[in-house]
């Protein structure tokens, strides 16, 4: 008999393309699979196989985590023109975080993974902050239209018995312009909410809100109002007895505050505050290849990911036979987040210690100087030492 951990129930592990998938391999081989017998259901998310199967996988794969409740993935490539030509692509297929994305109806959590000597552009960021983005709707599915000198534009909402109610946007009568509409629903803004609730509870950690509704009296007043209403008749218990808070603010406000903070709470953005935000608290926690990426369903699926993609250009030297000094943390953190999750839902302890030992050995060797090339350009340590993506998983490994 071996003394690996096993497990109960399988991960769904969802394999991607280019470097991130040697990256992939590497970390089951050289870290989990000396220690644990992975059961897992595999989708192979490759851009190959994609067009193979028509993109079939991809939604294959989400309605594997909605049947198992936890998924891994690895960074796919989202095929653009240029990328439809390379690869010799019968289509060009859908982002497949978007397919995964709409079959979950999630939200993704975007946190920082904090290691001493990789110190944050904002030196009061002691813990990390984290990033919910509602990814639904408002400028991302706008209409929008130029409008000629002289023209008018109204915003005309016609109810289920047809009675129309019209409000004058502009009268074009002294320019050019333009005018857009758009939109979002409760029952989205609902479910993105309840994420957020659920996620500061399973973490013990405050939870921020921001938008504009002081200026905003009737579109960003709804996603406030439906905050707030569910705080009160669902969640403000909870909240207490965990001994964490929930508020609201104004977006600028929001700001001043994240700047002057300690970190340590996960602040819930509208869409596009959640895009631009997102992209500022990467680079100033230190590197994209720290940040760690969870997209949570309102049913309690949990698909967790790097932040990266594929890192092509790594890729193109480790085809060549060079040896590339890629950066797996955001990966391996991944697993440990899936594994740690399989294990409390399938109370298997000995996973979850495992994966936070993963995690805790990981750091440590940074804290020490042992690091990818990435970290060392940052990293304040002394005697740093670069290591190779092997070397670093080797070095991982063995503290294990
Ligand atoms: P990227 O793969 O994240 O790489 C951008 C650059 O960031 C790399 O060239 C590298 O810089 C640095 N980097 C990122 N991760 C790193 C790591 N783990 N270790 C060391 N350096 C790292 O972004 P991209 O080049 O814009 O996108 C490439 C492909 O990935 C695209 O096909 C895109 O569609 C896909 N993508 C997928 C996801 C996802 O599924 N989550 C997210 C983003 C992009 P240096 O070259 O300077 O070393
Ligand atoms: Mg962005």
């Given at each position: ?7 109960k ?6 394999d ?7 990256v992939w ?19 192979d ?6 067009d ?13 985590t909605?049947?198992y409740?936890v998924?891994v ?9 240029a990328?439809?030509?390379?690869v010799?692509?019968h ?33 009061s960021?002691t ?13 991302y ?6 409008v000629p000198?002289?023209?008018?534009a ?6 289920a018995?047809?009675n129309?109610?019209r409000?004058l946007?502009?009268d ?8 857009m509409?758009m939109?979002?629903?409760d ?5 993105f909410?309840k ?10 950690i405050?939870?921020?809100f921001s ?12 996603f406030?109002d ?13 909240f ?15 700001i001043a ?12 953005c ?7 935000f ?21 049913d309690?699926?949990?698909e967790?990911?790097?932040?990266h ?33 399989r ?9 979850i210690d495992?994966a ?16 990818t ?26 503290r294990?």
């Amino acid at each position: 008999m071996s003394d690996k951990i096993t497990m109960k129930t399988p991960l769904v592990e969802m394999d991607g393309d280019e470097m991130t998938r040697v990256v992939w391999a590497k970390i089951k081989e050289i870290v989990l699979d000396p220690f644990v017998d992975l059961k897992t259901e595999y989708y192979d998310l490759s851009i190959q196989n994609r067009d193979l199967t028509e993109d079939k996988v991809t939604m294959d794969s989400a309605m594997a985590t909605k049947k198992y409740g936890v998924a891994v993935k690895c960074a796919p490539i989202t095929p653009n023109a240029a990328r439809a030509k390379e690869v010799n692509l019968h289509k060009m297929w859908k982002s497949p975080n978007g397919t995964i994305h709409a079959a979950l109806d999630g939200t993704v959590f975007r946190a920082p993974i904090l290691a001493k000597g990789i110190t944050p552009l904002v030196p009061s960021w002691t813990k990390p902050i984290t990033i919910a983005r509602h990814a639904y709707g408002d400028i991302y599915s706008a209409v929008e239209s130029k409008v000629p000198q002289g023209g008018k534009a109204e915003l005309v909402v016609t109810d289920a018995e047809g009675n129309e109610t019209r409000t004058l946007i502009k009268d074009f009568s002294r320019s050019d312009g333009i005018v857009m509409g758009m939109h979002n629903l409760d029952a989205s803004i609902r479910s993105f909410a309840k994420t957020c609730f659920e996620y500061a509870l399973d973490q013990g950690i405050d939870l921020w809100f921001s938008a504009k509704d002081t200026i905003s009296k009737t579109y960003d007043h709804r996603f406030k109002d439906i905050f707030s209403e569910m705080y009160e008749a669902e969640y403000k218990e909870a909240f207490e007895k965990k001994g964490i808070t929930f508020f609201y603010t104004l977006v600028d406000d929001a700001i001043a505050r994240v700047m002057k903070s300690q970190g340590g709470f996960l602040w819930a953005c509208k869409n596009y505050d959640g895009d631009v935000f997102s992209d500022m608290l990467a680079t100033a926690f230190g590197s994209l290849a720290m940040m760690t990426s969870v997209l949570v369903s309102p049913d309690g699926y949990y698909e967790y990911e790097a932040a990266h993609g594929t890192i092509p250009r790594h890729y193109h030297k480790y085809l060549k036979g060079e040896s590339t000094s890629t950066n797996p943390i955001a990966t391996l953190f991944a697993w440990t987040g899936a594994l740690a999750r399989r294990g409390e839902l399938d109370n298997i302890p000995e996973l979850i210690d495992f994966a936070k030992r993963i995690e805790q050995v990981t750091i440590e060797a940074v804290e020490e100087g042992f690091m990818t090339g990435d970290l060392a350009l940052i990293s304040t340590v002394e005697n740093k030492k670069v290591l190779s993506l092997d070397e670093f998983l080797k070095e991982v490994a063995s503290r294990v």
